[in-house]
């Protein structure tokens, strides 16, 4: 039976959306966090007290993290007992970019010692744990890899708005290079998380994070497929999909204007990218997703021109209200956006004004675009895309909208 190993330092690179709040969950566990990021207005924010990413009750726990002196951040590495490597891996020309994780991996080089533990959390093809060890083997020829120090791989599963919560609470995945190396990382993730910690191969661990995410792509592309087909068959898809998920086993997502984020429209691509031969429904649903807001807006241009003929205008004199611009419902992200790319597309193309109504913001900059409040827009519009199924758009009553010609990605107006 191995001993519990003590973690009193923890050394976490890259304080984004994942990095920044698992650093806070060790520091309010009573860890001293280093915190490491390139950026220099990250680091400056960050030791001034603010942090940098919206992310509800996130705020006040570095606050706590921060008056309790357990957390600091600062742009190089320094020793301590385990190291989170917790940068991007961003899509380039669908291929993963790992030099984030390599220069991570030489940024820490210096400062391992025997006995470390070094965890990488980023979303990473398979075999980049074993990558990680030969570049530090590389780097460090003094020390073994993973004997002397142990590495492991263990996936961050939060959903953005629920970060606090599923960080403490969800079951986590650890695939240590060895069982040893999993035994550590379980001790140092158990400091804090709630969940399980399920150990496995590092290798399986990396493929369960692309998997997890494949699976939820795949899905809503077969709700997005059926969205376009009932449209042309004159069938309300979301009838439709009440009905059939009254089966026992199906259970049919929810179509959408397109998946957007950070990760469901990218981490399939990185499986797609190593078995590109066998991974044909995985690639198909990427592009069946990426399709759909080409086809709204093909739905809203047949939509402007119904307008035109029934009120007997110019397409100009046509005001068109877009609801929602977040990636998906109750959240301010607009990165990676579907509804947002729409919005603009449909302001680059329609000659008349178009209005945007994003509850969660408070400013938008968006050439063509004004951004209104909700009775403003119900007010003024000739022509309604809902986009986004905010909380406050589902509170109106369908009968409220008086606007004929309506173009309801989410479902929520029916009638
Ligand atoms: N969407 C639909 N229809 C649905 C559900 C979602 O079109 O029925 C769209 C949303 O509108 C949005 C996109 O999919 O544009 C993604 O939203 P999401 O809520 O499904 O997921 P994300 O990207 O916010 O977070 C996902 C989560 N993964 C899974 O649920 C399998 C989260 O647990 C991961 O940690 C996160 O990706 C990540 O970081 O990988």
């Known amino acids: 039976m191995m001993s519990k190993t003590e973690f009193n330092t923890i050394c976490i690179l890259g304080l984004g959306y994942i990095g920044l709040p698992t650093a806070v969950g060790f520091a309010n566990a009573g860890k001293k966090v280093i915190g490491v990021d390139i950026n220099e ?13 919206i992310e509800p009750d996130l705020q006040a726990a570095f606050t706590q993290a921060v008056e309790n002196d357990h957390f600091f951040a600062t742009r190089t590495a320094e ?30 080089a210096p400062y391992l ?7 990488l959390e980023s979303t990473s093809p398979v075999g980049t744990t074993e990558k990680l060890a030969e570049w530090l083997s590389q780097a460090r020829p003094d ?23 599923e960080l403490v609470e969800n079951n986590r ?10 035994q550590q990382a379980v001790d140092l993730y158990q400091i804090f998380a709630k969940g399980n910690c399920i150990t496995t191969q590092a290798r399986t661990a990396e493929m369960c994070k692309l998997v997890e995410n494949s699976f939820r792509d795949v899905n809503i592309a077969f709700a997005n497929e059926l969205s376009m087909i009932c449209d042309e068959l004159d069938i309300s898809v979301w009838e439709l999909i009440e009905l059939a998920n009254q089966h026992p086993r199906v259970n049919i997502l929810q179509p959408s204007a397109g998946v957007g984020g950070h990760c469901i429209a990218v981490d399939p691509w990185f499986i797609v990218s190593q078995s590109p031969k066998l991974s ?35 397409p100009s004199e046509l005001t068109i209200a877009c609801f929602g611009l977040a990636f998906k419902p109750d959240i301010d992200d607009l990165r990676e956006s579907p509804a947002l790319a729409i919005t603009q597309q449909i302001a680059q193309w329609h000659k008349g004004k178009v209005l945007a109504i994003e509850p969660n913001i408070q400013m938008l900059s968006l050439e063509n675009v004004t951004l209104v409040d909700t009775d403003t827009a119900m007010a ?36």
């Open 173 to 182: 995945i650890i695939g240590g290079l060895t069982s040893e190396c999993s």
């Open 280 to 314: 044909r429904l995985i690639r198909t649903a990427r592009e069946v997703n990426d399709a759909k807001p080409q086809w709204v807006l093909e739905k809203l241009k047949a939509l402007v021109a119904d307008c035109v003929i029934e009120k007997d205008c110019k």
């Open 380 to 415: 003024q519009a000739d022509i309604i895309v809902l986009l986004v199924d905010h909380t406050p758009f589902k509170q109106i009553p369908v009968e409220h909208v008086q606007q004929k010609h309506l173009l309801d990605c989410r479902g929520v107006w029916l009638r």
């Open 79 to 108: 020793a301590a007992d385990a190291f989170i490597i917790a940068v991007p891996t961003p899509l380039l020309e669908k291929q993963p970019d790992l030099s984030y994780i390599k220069n991570a991996a030489l940024a820490i």
């Open 143 to 165: 020390l073994i890899f993973p004997a002397d120090v142990h590495i492991a791989y263990c996936p961050e599963r939060v959903l953005p708005g629920r970060i606090m919560t």
């Open 113 to 119: 010692r025997k006995g470390n533990l070094v965890v």
């Open 41 to 53: 207005q990250v680091v400056a924010s960050l030791n001034q007290g603010k942090i940098h990413i």
